[in-house]
C-alpha cells in the first residue's frame, strides 16, 4: 500500500515536500511514480523513480522544479517541489509499477493508488 502525505497550502514560489510511504510491494524491483490531478482535468503523471538503480523520469512542466528522491531505509519515496506555480495545485497520488526500466509516466502501468494529498499554490 502506498500513502501520499505533505501537501497543503503555499504562495507562488514557495515549496513543499510530499512523501510517499510504501509497503507490502512484493516486486523485486519496481518504479514509484507521482501523479496529479486537478479539478476539471485528467490524472497526469509527474515523476517516477526506479528502486533497481534510482534512474527518474520527470514530466517536461516540473523538470527543473521538482525532484523525486527515495529513503530505501524508510520505505519512502520523496518529492521535493520548488517554484510552485498556480498550476501546480492537485491532488497529488503515487503509485507502484512492475516497470522499472524505460520509464514511462502512464497512469495505466501503475497500481496501488492511495489516497493522494492536496497540494494549493495562491497567487
Known amino acids: 500500500q502506498l500513502q501520499a502525505s505533505g501537501g497543503g497550502l503555499v504562495q507562488v514560489g514557495g515549496s513543499l515536500r510530499l512523501s510517499c510511504a510504501a509497503s507490502g510491494i512484493t516486486y523485486d524491483d519496481y518504479a514509484i511514480g507521482w501523479f496529479r490531478q486537478a479539478p476539471g482535468k485528467e490524472r497526469e503523471g509527474v515523476a517516477s523513480?526506479?528502486?533497481?538503480?534510482?534512474?527518474?523520469i520527470y514530466a517536461d512542466s516540473v523538470k527543473g522544479r521538482f525532484t523525486i528522491s527515495s529513503d530505501n531505509a524508510k520505505n519512502t519515496v520523496y518529492l521535493q517541489m520548488n517554484s510552485l506555480k498556480p498550476e501546480d495545485t492537485a491532488v497529488y497520488y503515487c503509485a507502484v509499477s512492475k516497470w522499472y526500466i524505460n520509464l514511462k509516466l502512464k497512469s495505466i502501468i501503475f497500481e496501488s493508488w492511495g489516497q493522494g494529498t492536496k497540494v494549493t499554490v495562491s497567487s
Open positions: 523513480i526506479s528502486s533497481s538503480d534510482g534512474s527518474t
